[in-house]
């Protein structure tokens, strides 16, 4: 077999690309989702690897932005659909396309920071990314009552059509994704990744959209039956409020719906308010898993672009194979208004870690402190972490609802 080579994909690759990318999912519900895909895909953020004329490996990119710590924004590569065919694997093809699409972004300097949702955790970290947020799995039974002290806006939720939801979203998300450190910034195809109901579980109903003056809640429902008559499960997809009192209306609305026995967000944040509204926060379930993966493709140019909760002046040593222009020794400063950033040094250095590390700090979802507690970040001047840890820490738990 002559070496596999690596290129750039062009609009006619789009079917052979989607065929590599669903069945190395092995999800044939996907197929559903390739021609309105179609419109939306973006062949020059996207690689794939040939061997001789067949594709064997796929992995894209789409532009988006996300928030960062301080409510700005920056421009971020929302990585997706990686895969290699079966049959191909171990092989170094997954290697080549991380290695063609971080370069690649590296040389255009298109993007400070990538991220992506992992199929399994034990893969990315090996080509520098770190685990910036966390998920919850939350469950709450049917009419958990919440304190006397929550105020609930009594404005009614509707029940709303697709395309009246679509555009009530539309104008309500930007807002509220400001404030919300790890939430992205809304292109033309968002409503394919968060409302498409064609590769839904089968179990679960159609898309419903409840809107709120102030929010609103997209969620499907499950039925199921138990001895004692209805138990059904009430998945949320997504839910945005601009108010407290408006969150607190949404979340009393679904879990006072009747037939309903659990309300389950899939991807809820590991601060959720709704916990500390509950009367008894014990029924609320958590279970923890990862968030988003981030990638700082320049380091420099993604420690200016956020913002710092206290001051710091520490000398970085980061390492970073795989972006090997990370590489070496670095200032980072922030002062007390909040902004920072980090340029190149000879200074010795008070902290020595990888550069998935600080990408796990750097939306503030993991601290220095745990990464040195664990051995993973090394100190080489006492006190130095907990300085950097303070500067880098947020005061909510970044996440990301958003599936891609
Ligand atoms: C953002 C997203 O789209 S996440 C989706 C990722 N895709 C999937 O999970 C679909 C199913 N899996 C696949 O298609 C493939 O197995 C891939 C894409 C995960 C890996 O492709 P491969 O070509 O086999 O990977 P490649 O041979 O380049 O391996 C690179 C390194 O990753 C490691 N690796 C690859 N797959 C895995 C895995 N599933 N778990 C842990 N480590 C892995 C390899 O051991 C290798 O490590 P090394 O460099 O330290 O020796």
């Known amino acids: 077999m002559d070496e596999p080579t690596v290129r750039v994909l062009s609009g006619d690759d789009y079917d052979e690309f989607f065929s590599v990318f669903t069945g190395s999912f092995l999800d044939d519900s996907r197929e559903a989702i390739r021609e309105p895909w179609r419109a939306v895909f973006e062949p020059a953020n996207a690689h794939g690897v040939f061997d001789g004329r067949e594709m064997i490996g796929v992995a894209a990119f789409f532009d988006s932005g996300i928030t960062l710590p301080g409510q700005v924004r920056t421009r971020l590569a929302a990585v997706t659909?990686?895969?290699?065919?079966?049959?191909?694997?171990?092989?170094?093809?997954m290697r080549m396309l991380m290695r063609a699409q971080l370069h690649g972004m590296g040389e255009s300097r298109s993007h400070p920071v990538a991220a992506l949702h992992a199929t399994e955790g034990s893969i990315y970290g090996r080509f520098g990314y770190g685990l910036g947020t966390s998920d919850v799995v939350l469950s709450i039974p049917r009419r958990a009552p919440f304190l006397r002290s929550v105020e609930v806006d009594q404005r009614r939720v509707r029940e709303v059509g697709e395309q009246e939801a679509l555009r009530f979203a539309h104008d309500l998300y930007p807002a509220v994704a400001a404030r919300r450190t790890g939430w992205l910034a809304r292109g033309p195809s968002w409503h394919l990744r968060v409302v498409d109901d064609r590769s839904a579980p089968k179990e679960q109903g159609r898309m419903r959209f409840a809107v709120h003056p102030d929010g609103y809640a997209f969620y499907?429902?499950?039925?199921?039956?138990?001895?004692?008559?209805?138990?059904?499960?009430?998945?949320?997809?997504?839910?945005?409020?601009a108010t407290p009192q408006a969150y607190a209306a949404l979340w009393r609305y679904l879990l006072d719906t009747d037939l309903v026995g659990e309300v389950r967000w899939q991807r809820a944040a590991p601060d959720e308010p709704v916990v500390d509204m509950l009367a008894d926060p014990r029924q609320a379930r958590r279970q923890l898993s990862d968030g988003l993966w981030v990638r700082l493709i320049h380091l420099d140019r993604a420690l200016s672009e956020r913002r710092y909760r206290a001051p710091a002046d520490v000398v970085l040593e980061v390492g970073d194979d795989f972006c090997e222009w990370n590489a070496g020794r670095w200032r980072l400063a922030a002062g007390a208004d909040g902004t920072g950033g980090a340029t190149r040094t000879q200074a010795p250095p008070d902290i020595r870690l990888g550069i998935g590390d600080l990408a796990a700090a750097y939306l503030g979802g993991t601290t220095l402190g745990q990464l040195h507690r664990c051995g993973r970040v090394e100190e080489l001047n006492p006190g130095a972490v907990a300085v950097a840890s303070g500067a880098l820490d947020t005061d909510h738990a970044p996440h990301c609802q958003e599936p891609f």
Do not use: I
């Open 81 to 93: 659909a990686v895969g290699v065919k079966p049959g191909h694997r171990r092989r170094g093809v």
């Open 220 to 241: 499907r429902p499950e039925p199921r039956w138990a001895d004692r008559g209805p138990d059904y499960l009430l998945h949320v997809q997504e839910l945005v409020a």
